[in-house]
C-alpha cells in the first residue's frame, strides 16, 4: 500500500477519533454516571431492622391468600362487596398501613373473588364526582350518573398492625404481628381473621 | 420426563373434581422445581397438590439434612393450562429451617385461572455456584 503522509494521518485521527467516541457510548441502553443501579423489587431486603418492603408484600400476600379461602368468599352465591376500614399502625415505627391495604386489595381484585366498594378516603371523590354530575347543571340529565345508587358493602376489613422490640447489648430483635379481620357489617359478626408474624434480628 | 397426555388429563379431572391432595412422582416433582443452584443440604421430600375452592393448593416439604440451620429463599409462579404466567411476581420469601427439620411450605393459587406451578428456591449457604460468595446471585439484597 502506497499512501501519502497527510492521508495516512487522517487515517490515524479517524482511528483515535472512533476509539475515544467508543469508550462513552456503550451498546448498553444505559445512562449512568455512577453507583446507580436498578435491582429486584422483590428481593428480600434485609437492609436494616425497620419494617421494609419484604414485611409489606409477604403481609399483603398471606392475608389476601387466606382471605381468598375464607367462607365469606368462597360460599356466597355472589361476590361479597367489601371495603376497606382502618389497619391501625400500634407499633413504635412509622408504617403507612394504606400501603399494606392496598396490596392486599389490588390482589384480591385481581383474583376477580371479592369486589370492593369505595372507602371512607375515597369517599370525598365519590361524592365530588356524582354532585358534579347532578348539581352543577352541566349535564345531560339521561347521561348523568344517578344519586343514591350506591351500594354498600357487606363485609369491611379492619385490623392493627402491632410490634415487640426488645434490644441487648449485642442483639435487637424485632417482633411484628399483623392482624386483619372481615366484618360484617350489617350484623356485626366477624366472619373471617387471620395474623401474619414477623421476626427479624440484628447481631452487632 | 413427559407424562402421556391422557394420564395429564386424569390428573387433570381429579384435581377439578377436588379429590384429596396427589402426592407428585418424583421425576414430576423435579419438573415442578426450580433451583437456582443445587442445594447441597436442604432437598425437597415431598409435593403435594389438590385443587380446593377453586384454588390450587401447593404443599412442599422441605428437609434439612444438615444439623446446623439452614436460609432458605422461595416463591411460587403460577402458570396456565397453556403454560402463561398469571400472576405477577411474588415477592421471595425467607425461612429459616432449623437442623434436621422437614419444613412445610403451604401455598394457595392467588387466582382460580392457575392450574400449574413452579416451585423457586434458593438456599444461599449451600449453593454451589462457582466463585466466591460475594458473587453469589442472592435474592437477598
Known amino acids: 500500500m502506497n499512501m501519502s503522509r497527510p492521508s495516512l494521518l487522517l487515517l490515524s485521527l479517524t482511528a483515535v477519533m472512533a476509539l475515544g467516541l467508543g469508550g462513552c457510548a456503550t451498546t448498553s441502553p444505559e445512562v449512568s454516571s455512577g453507583p446507580v443501579k436498578y435491582g429486584d423489587a422483590k428481593a428480600v431486603e434485609t437492609v436494616t431492622n425497620e419494617f421494609g418492603s419484604t414485611d409489606l408484600q409477604t403481609i399483603a400476600e398471606s392475608m389476601a391468600r387466606s382471605m381468598l379461602q375464607s367462607r365469606p368468599v368462597t360460599q356466597s352465591r355472589e361476590r361479597p362487596l367489601v371495603t376497606i376500614a382502618e389497619v391501625k399502625n400500634k407499633t413504635s415505627e412509622y408504617i403507612d398501613t394504606r400501603a399494606i391495604t392496598d396490596s392486599i386489595r389490588a390482589q384480591l381484585l385481581k383474583s376477580g373473588a371479592v369486589r370492593f366498594a369505595v372507602d371512607i378516603n375515597a369517599m370525598q371523590n365519590q361524592t365530588d364526582e356524582l354532585i358534579r354530575q347532578n348539581q352543577t347543571g352541566m349535564y345531560k340529565k339521561s347521561k348523568s350518573k344517578k344519586i343514591g345508587q350506591m351500594e354498600g358493602a357487606d363485609f369491611r376489613v379492619e385490623g392493627n398492625i402491632t410490634s415487640i422490640v426488645k434490644r441487648s447489648s449485642d442483639i435487637k430483635d424485632v417482633y411484628y404481628k399483623f392482624s386483619l379481620m372481615l366484618v360484617n357489617v350489617e350484623s356485626g359478626v366477624i366472619e373471617w381473621a387471620d395474623e401474619k408474624e414477623i421476626r427479624k434480628t440484628t447481631t452487632r | ?141
Open chain 2, 1 to 141: 420426563m413427559k407424562m402421556p397426555a391422557r394420564l395429564l388429563g386424569f390428573l387433570g379431572l381429579l384435581l377439578a373434581l377436588g379429590l384429596p391432595a396427589m402426592p407428585v412422582h418424583a421425576d414430576s416433582m423435579a419438573s415442578k422445581l426450580e433451583q437456582l443452584g443445587e442445594m447441597t443440604y436442604l432437598k425437597v421430600t415431598d409435593l403435594r397438590v389438590a385443587r380446593r375452592n377453586g384454588l390450587l393448593n401447593v404443599q412442599a416439604e422441605v428437609t434439612n439434612i444438615s444439623s446446623s440451620n439452614e436460609r432458605l429463599f422461595y416463591h411460587f409462579k403460577w402458570l396456565d393450562d397453556a403454560g402463561f404466567s398469571v400472576w405477577d411476581e411474588e415477592p421471595w420469601k425467607p425461612v429459616v429451617i432449623y437442623g434436621k427439620q422437614k419444613h412445610l411450605i403451604t401455598v394457595v393459587a392467588p387466582t382460580p385461572q392457575a392450574s400449574d406451578f413452579r416451585l423457586v428456591l434458593q438456599s444461599p449457604n449451600n449453593t454451589t455456584s462457582s466463585g466466591s460468595s460475594s458473587t453469589t446471585t442472592w435474592p437477598n439484597e
